[in-house]
């Protein structure tokens, strides 16, 4: 059974930093096969993706979170974090964690059950 297990939440003040992670088990293949994302939902608001690390450690990063957040991943304990520092109030959402990787037959995708920050002073 796979597992996407997030955690690092919790209430911070505006310009302050919080370190989400995401533990993963069950997976077919090798962690480090998978492309891992981290999503995030705000009240009101669609889901929308924040930011992407591939198999190679290459990074992608949503326009509004460059320079803030870093995206990494420790493929020995299949675990993905986000470094998120100098946090806004608009960044506060549910964040969730997002595994997906292609097979011959389509795609396998997995969800989080994500991980609530809010920044507020």
């Known amino acids: 059974q796979v597992q996407l297990v997030e955690s690092g939440g919790g209430l911070v003040q505006p310009g302050g930093s919080l370190r989400l992670s995401c533990a993963a088990s069950?997976?077919?293949?090798?962690?480090?096969?998978?492309?891992m994302s981290w999503y995030r939902q705000a009240p009101g608001k669609e889901r929308e993706l924040v930011a992407t690390?591939?198999?190679?450690?290459?990074?992608d990063y949503t326009d509004s979170v460059k320079g803030r957040f870093t995206i990494s991943r420790a493929n020995g304990q299949a675990t993905v974090y986000l470094q998120m520092n100098s946090l806004k109030p608009e960044d506060t959402a549910v964040y969730y964690c997002?595994?997906?990787?292609?097979?011959?037959?389509?795609?396998?995708?997995?969800w989080g059950q994500g991980t609530q920050v809010t920044v507020s002073s």
């Open positions: 997002y595994a997906n990787r292609p097979v011959n037959w389509g795609r396998l995708e997995y």
């Open positions: 069950g997976f077919t293949f090798r962690f480090s096969n998978y492309v």
């Open positions: 690390i591939y198999s190679t450690d290459s990074t």
